[in-house]
């Protein structure tokens, strides 16, 4: 399916208006009025007051059929009014039909030996038959054989609709020959890059608005943190900070304890075959990683518990592709001095290989693992160390040496990080304290890009298994609270393309979120299965002291048909 250009269009546009903003000749009265968090028009454009400069900047300009009201795009209020359903009048032409010239090659098949068709009478009324749902040659009673044996309908069909002969015999020549013209429909976006202007991208699929469902928590107070699908898509895994592990079963869109491990988590994977889940924390002995599964209760079993040597055991991570799984730990000492990675499998347990320690500017925040063209097919994993700092560096695994790989200092710090799969060839690190570049994505030289939601704070991203698509997840920020999300639009090209799409939770402060100001959403993972749905969690709206329930949102593509009950 076909993106819309317009669409597509309005997105970059949007994007470009939101990293410029009013420069400094702008108008200096709306200025004025500038408070922070504010937002109000100036004409057809969305203004809000940036809490840095106290001027207002461009965020949205109001698309067609809108207008700006109150900081708001809000439709102008005309709109289709359908009086009355469409319905078919009966024939009252006097002239006889006339029968459009077949452009299709001729027929090679042998001449029609079978008799007439014998039709009974007709004794319905005109145009009270249900629509014609048999298959392609049979004949409705309503319908006038002429002596050829095309049949035409009662009621004024178009050329496309001439039924043919009575054979039974597929047709050879009714096959239209396969269209190997590229679509029509295609956009030309701003890459970003430093090197190249512009690029086209095909619109290979048409995602369409995120629906979003409250999920009921009673159950856990304080915030959540992680959620990971199991591969069968039956069910997810949500950490608790304190440890608490909460099972969603997919079936009845309902949570429940599955157990506690430990005394705090901080990350979980899973075993690409299902057999476990990996988690990071600590309990009262130490630093700590489990290997765990859930019986047939749904209640947690662990399997295995091992030391951490060195750091705390921050993140986790699966190689992509291998089997049996190899999973990276990444750790990281107090005052963010020292980041090491270990490697996990069963048969070898953890394990810290010669040269994957090394002094950071900043904690490690996150890693993935790249993709192996960019080291001489070499295994590799990328360090995200954000954490009161700003570095990157890069394992490679054939030669046991952490090299850099051009992050600047100026990119601000590091975060979350995820490598898109299926059609691959980048990653992407979030900068989770910028207003403007939310993003870099890397495949091989690093690409800066902004996303339509302004201030994001982007926390958390998430592929879609087969490559498409990513969902980035933020804050709750605005005068009217929405709970900030983005999604990368990729589709099935391959190298990095800024394609993006606001998804964000709009009323978040309305039923049935209740939320507020300042909450975040801390994780997002996609369901396994076919239809683009997933679960968000995040923070819950109370304080450290009177903390009450966090939020947990299931998503789905309102115009993806597997998502349809």
């Keep these: 399916m076909l993106r819309r250009t317009t669409q597509r269009m309005a997105l970059i546009g949007l994007v470009g208006l939101a990293l410029t903003g009013p420069g400094c000749g702008d108008d200096n009265a709306i200025n004025a009025t500038c408070v922070a968090g504010a937002k109000t028009c100036d004409g057809p454009t969305v203004v809000a007051c940036d809490p840095r400069t106290l001027r207002f900047v461009t965020v949205e300009e109001c698309p067609v059929g809108t207008a700006c009201l109150s900081g708001v795009c809000s439709p102008n209020g005309f709109g289709d009014t359908i009086t009355a359903p469409d319905a078919l009048a009966r024939d009252t032409s006097t002239s006889p039909d006339t029968a459009v010239a077949d452009t299709w090659p001729a027929d090679t098949l042998p001449a029609d030996t ?28 309503t319908d006038t054989v002429e002596p050829t044996d095309t049949v035409e309908p009662t009621d004024t069909v178009e050329p496309t609709d001439t039924v043919e002969p009575a ?74 900070p304190a440890g608490k592990v909460i099972r969603y079963d997919a079936a009845t869109r309902s949570i429940a304890l599955a157990g506690t491990v430990g005394t705090a988590l901080t990350d979980i994977d899973v075993d690409p075959e299902g057999g476990y889940f990996l988690l990071t924390g600590k309990n009262s002995a130490g630093q700590r990683v489990w290997r765990l599964h859930l019986d047939e209760d749904g209640v947690v079993v662990v399997d295995e518990e091992l030391a951490v040597g060195y750091g705390d055991a921050v993140v986790v991570a699966v190689e992509p592709g291998r089997l049996p799984a190899r999973f990276a730990v990444g750790t990281r000492t107090s005052g963010n001095i020292i980041s090491r990675v270990y490697l996990y499998t069963v048969a070898d347990g953890l394990v810290l290989p010669t040269g994957f320690a090394w002094n950071a500017s900043g904690g490690v925040t996150d890693l993935m693992w790249g993709d192996p063209a960019l080291y001489s097919g070499s295994p590799n994993i990328i360090v995200s160390e954000g954490l009161n700092g700003s570095d990157c560096h890069t394992l490679v695994l054939d030669s046991a040496l952490h090299v850099g790989n051009g992050w600047s200092s100026g990119y601000g710090n590091s975060g979350r990080a995820a490598w898109r799969p299926g059609p691959g060839g980048y990653g992407v690190i979030l900068s989770p304290n910028s207003s403007i570049t ?111 329930f966090a939020v947990i949102a299931r998503f789905w593509d309102s115009a993806d048909p597997a998502c349809l009950p």
């Design 114 to 141: 079978l008799p007439a068709d014998t039709l009974p009478a007709d004794t319905l009324p005109a145009d009270t038959l249900p629509a014609d749902t048999g298959p392609f040659d049979t004949v409705e009673p």
């Design 438 to 548: 939310h993003l870099r994505a890397f495949d091989g030289v690093w690409h800066g890009a902004s996303l339509p939601t302004t201030y994001i704070y982007a926390n958390a991203i998430a592929w879609r298994a087969n490559g498409t698509r990513a969902l980035i997840v933020g804050k709750v920020v605005g005068t009217s609270p929405y709970a900030a999300v983005a999604e990368i639009q990729a589709g099935t090209v391959p190298g990095w393309t800024p394609v993006f799409a606001d998804q964000s939770i709009s009323d978040f402060a309305q039923a049935p979120w209740f939320g507020k100001v300042g909450m975040y959403l801390t994780d997002v993972d996609w369901r396994p299965g076919p239809c683009d749905e997933g679960l968000v969690v995040g923070t819950d709206s109370g304080t450290s002291t009177s903390p009450n």
């Design 167 to 240: 054979d039974t015999t597929p047709p050879a020549d009714t096959t239209p020959p396969v269209d190997t013209t590229p679509p029509a429909d295609t956009t030309v976006v701003a890459d970003g890059s430093p090197t190249t202007d512009v690029v086209v991208v095909p619109d290979p699929f048409n995602p369409g608005p995120m629906n979003w469902d409250k999920i009921g928590n009673i159950l856990v107070t304080g915030d959540l943190l992680r959620v990971k699908w199991h591969p069968s898509g039956a069910y997810a895994l949500i950490l608790n």
